[in-house]
């Protein structure tokens, strides 16, 4: 087991976090300058080799720092990210941006061949190896191509191929297809969800839309504020919201049911991180709200693997 850093989707850890390959515990996140900002506050995730989560939540809850944190790319204030694989020369992690880290002056093979180029990888191996995943993602054809020359939804294809060339044991992805429409986003989604599950890699998708992930993904968190709010798997999150903000964001999706009716609107504004209110975070916007709210509720397992961070979890009650 490899403890990264110390600086660290609700589960508490327990003797079975042995059973997941990536462990994120209790990691909180501070920026301390002119103004002190909670980023994050006591995150829990857990991963296995080849699962897809979802991370959704609006602008500003803390979803890329948590993913930075995740990736080595930024520490913490407090916890830990173990990997619990066997330790080998494949990376622990590689980051698939929107657009970013695909060079304009590079064709798509040189593009992908980019990373093994820098590592010292002889030409026809690392060539080799790139047509390999430029074929898997579906470019065959356009290894000479340009950025210019293709689609949007191409070019996150040559995104993805860069990310996987060095089979990484986890891919973290921030909103790569928010600019594409539904149907591009709905086949690069399938395609990555096939190669990880394929290779072993876990996948971590941070996203604003359940509509596109509803289907492919293992397991979604939901983040609200720089805590996660609700996890557990898909059709639980999705088929039965606890939490208001979960179930708010689930009833604006339009459905064949609800054509020709308003959809439902979450009132209120997102806490600003450099402002929040005592207690809930969300107990501003909520219609369970009590004052039960003004003391900050603690994740409760409200089914097997579906953990909720509200007092109300599912209806009124009392502490």
Request: charged fraction near 20%; charge should be neutral; proline fraction near 7%.
């Amino acid at each position: 087991m490899e403890t990264v850093g110390d600086a660290g989707v609700i589960h508490q850890a327990d003797a079975g976090d042995a059973a997941y390959d990536f462990v994120v515990d209790d990691v909180s996140k501070v920026f301390a300058g002119a103004t002190r900002v909670q980023a994050l506050s006591n995150i829990d995730l857990r991963l296995k080799r080849g699962s897809f989560t979802c991370i959704v939540g609006p602008s500003g809850c803390g979803k890329s720092t948590l993913l930075r944190i995740i990736g080595e790319l930024e520490t913490a204030t407090k916890g830990t990210v173990q990997i619990n694989v066997p330790q080998s020369k494949t990376p622990r992690s590689a980051f698939v941006f929107q657009e970013h880290g695909v060079f304009p002056w590079f064709t798509v093979l040189q593009n992908v061949a980019f990373g093994q180029q820098m590592a010292s990888v002889g030409k026809k191996e690392r060539e080799q190896n790139a047509r390999r995943w430029i074929a898997e993602v579906g470019l065959t054809g356009f290894e000479h191509s340009y950025p210019h020359q293709l689609s949007g939804g191409m070019r996150q294809r040559v995104a993805i191929a860069i990310a996987l060339l060095n089979s990484p044991r986890l891919i973290i992805a921030d909103e790569p297809t928010t600019a594409l429409d539904v149907t591009i986003q709905g086949q690069i989604l399938f395609e990555v969800q096939k190669l990880c599950r394929e290779t072993g890699t876990a996948l971590i998708w941070i996203t604003h839309d359940l509509a596109v992930v509803a289907g492919l993904a293992d397991r979604v968190a939901v983040m609200y504020a720089g805590r996660v709010v609700e996890t557990g798997s898909t059709a639980d999150v999705i088929g039965h919201p606890m939490h208001p903000y979960t179930h708010g964001l689930i009833a604006s999706i339009p459905t064949p049911e609800s054509r020709g009716r308003p959809l439902m609107q979450i009132p209120g504004m997102t806490p600003s991180l450099l402002n929040l209110p005592r207690g809930c975070a969300f107990r501003g916007r909520c219609p369970r709200a009590t004052d039960a709210c003004l003391a900050e509720p603690q994740p409760e397992q409200v089914r097997p693997g579906q953990w909720v961070r509200c007092w109300h979890a599912g209806g009124p009650r009392n502490p």
